[in-house]
C-alpha cells in the first residue's frame, strides 16, 4: 500500500499578477521570479483519435490477450487484467538533470512534406499512469494520477464480512467504479486562453469560472508554460462548471482603479502601484482560500532525483471546496509543478460517505451514528450516491419502499 503522508499547497516563489477576465472566466497568472532549470516538462500530443488504456492491477483476471481485431486476430500484448481507460489528448514528459545543470524541455518535431498522420482510432497500452522512459526522464498523464488517487478511495469495500453487505462488495469491493469529469470546450476556455496574454516570467495560472476557483496550474519554467497553455482546455474539469460558467455570464473586474488625483510624483505613483500589487495578492488569497489552507493525504508516486512527484486528495470537508491533484516538489519542498481539478458536490459526498464508512470499519449503525443520522437514512444516501448495489437487497429494498410511501 503506498503510504499516506500531510501535503499543502504551497505557492511559495510564485507571485500574483493583475487577473484577466473574459466572460465567466477569470485567470490569475502565477509569476517566477527564477524559474526551475533542472526539470522542465513538454507535452506530448497523441491526436484527436486516441485512446489510453493503463494496466492498474495483476493480469489473472483476464482470459486472453487484446487483438487488434476480428479479421487478422493479431494479438496485442500480454493479457491487461484490470485497466485504467481514458480519452487522454497529451501526456506530460518531465526531464531532469541528476547534478541540477540547467535542462531544455522538448519542442517541435520535423516531418517530411508527404507524411500524413495515421488514420484509424488508435488504442495505446501503457503500463503505469507514470512511467519511466529514460534514465532521467518520466512521462504521466496530466491529472490522470489524481482521478486515480480519488476512484482508488476504499476500492477494496467492507474489511469485515458484516450482514448487511453483498457478496459482491468482499468479492469486487466497488468495482467498477466512474466519475464523471469534462473539459473546457463549450462554456468559454477556450476563447479565453486565445486573448489572455501571456506574462514573460509567468509559470502558472489559477482558473476561476463564475468566480469559483476551478483549477490551478504550475509548471517549472516560462518556456514550458508556454507550450502548455493551449492544453488547459483538455484539463479536467467538473460538472458544475459549465453551470458557474452559464450562470455569470461576465464577472466583474475585482481591480481598484488608481486615484489620479493622489499622485504629484513618481514616488506617490509607486505607492499607489504597490497598494494595488497587494490588493491582488490579498483578493487572490481570499478567493483560494479552500485551496490553500486545507490539508491533504498525499501519496508519493516517483522519486525523480531531487523532485518527487506526488498525488493527493481531500479528507472531504462537505461544507468547502475539495479538490484533487498532483504536484511536483524539490527536496525543499519547493513547488515546481502542480494540477489541481476541483470535485463537485456530488464527488465530495461520495468521498465523505466512503471515508466515514472506512472509518467505522464499514459498520453501518456505527457510521451512523458518526454522521448523526439514522440506519435507514445512512442506507438511503448510500443508495443515491450510487452505493446501493453493494448491500443486499433484504436491506435496501425495504428502505427505498419506505422512502417512496413517505413521498
Not at 465567466?24 to 486516441?50: C, I, K, N, T
Not at 483476464?62 to 500484448?77: I, S, T
Not at 529514460?134 to 494520477?145: D, G, I, N, S, T
Not at 494540477?339 to 464527488?347: D, K, Y
Request: with cysteine.
Amino acid at each position: 500500500m503506498t503510504r499516506v503522508e500531510p501535503f499543502v499547497v504551497d505557492l511559495a516563489g510564485l507571485r500574483v499578477a493583475p487577473a484577466q477576465t473574459w466572460g465567466a472566466v477569470r485567470l490569475v497568472p502565477l509569476l517566477r521570479d527564477e524559474p526551475v532549470r533542472d526539470l522542465r516538462l513538454h507535452p506530448r500530443l497523441y491526436g484527436p483519435d486516441s485512446l489510453s488504456v493503463v494496466q492498474v492491477g495483476r493480469n489473472q483476471r483476464a482470459n486472453r490477450a487484446p487483438v487488434c481485431c476480428d479479421e487478422c486476430g493479431q494479438p496485442l500484448g500480454p493479457p491487461l487484467g484490470e485497466v485504467y481507460v481514458a480519452y487522454v489528448p497529451h501526456a506530460l514528459v518531465a526531464t531532469w538533470t541528476p547534478d541540477g545543470t540547467p535542462v531544455a524541455a522538448a519542442g517541435t518535431q520535423m516531418l517530411a512534406a508527404d507524411r500524413t498522420p495515421t488514420e484509424g482510432f488508435e488504442v495505446r497500452v501503457r503500463r503505469r499512469l507514470a512511467r519511466r522512459e529514460e534514465p532521467h526522464q518520466v512521462r504521466f498523464l496530466p491529472l490522470r494520477l489524481a482521478v486515480d488517487g480519488y476512484l482508488s478511495l476504499e476500492f477494496a469495500g467492507p474489511p469485515t464480512r458484516w450482514p448487511e453487505w453483498s457478496r459482491q462488495a468482499f468479492r469486487d469491493g466497488l468495482s467498477p467504479r466512474a466519475e464523471e469529469f469534462g473539459s473546457g470546450d463549450g462554456w468559454g476556455l477556450d476563447d479565453a486562453l486565445r486573448v489572455f496574454e501571456i506574462h514573460p516570467d509567468q509559470c502558472g495560472v489559477v482558473l476561476y469560472a463564475g468566480d469559483q476557483l476551478v483549477a490551478a496550474f504550475v509548471v517549472p519554467h516560462p518556456e514550458d508554460y508556454r507550450m502548455l497553455h493551449p492544453t488547459l482546455v483538455h484539463t479536467l474539469y467538473g460538472p458544475q462548471i459549465q453551470h458557474y460558467a452559464t450562470m455569470f455570464p461576465d464577472v466583474p473586474d475585482l481591480v481598484s482603479p488608481l486615484d489620479g488625483t493622489d499622485v504629484t510624483d513618481l514616488a506617490d505613483l509607486r505607492r499607489q502601484l504597490d497598494a494595488a500589487t497587494q490588493s491582488w495578492r490579498d483578493l487572490h488569497t481570499i478567493m483560494a482560500t479552500d485551496l490553500l489552507d486545507a490539508v491533504y493525504d498525499g501519496q508519493p508516486v516517483r522519486r525523480m532525483g531531487r523532485f518527487t512527484l506526488t498525488r493527493f486528495r481531500p479528507t472531504f470537508d462537505p461544507d468547502r471546496e475539495n479538490h484533487i491533484g498532483e504536484a511536483i516538489t524539490d527536496d525543499q519542498g519547493g513547488l515546481a509543478y502542480l494540477a489541481t481539478a476541483r470535485l463537485s458536490v456530488a464527488q465530495t459526498k461520495r468521498g465523505y460517505l466512503l471515508s466515514v464508512l472506512a472509518a467505522h470499519d464499514w459498520h453501518l449503525d456505527r457510521t451512523a451514528a458518526a454522521l448523526g443520522t439514522t440506519h435507514d437514512d445512512l442506507v438511503l444516501r448510500l443508495d443515491r450516491a450510487g452505493f446501493g448495489h453493494l448491500l443486499k437487497p433484504d436491506v435496501v429494498d425495504p428502505v427505498r419502499a419506505r422512502h417512496r410511501s413517505r413521498q
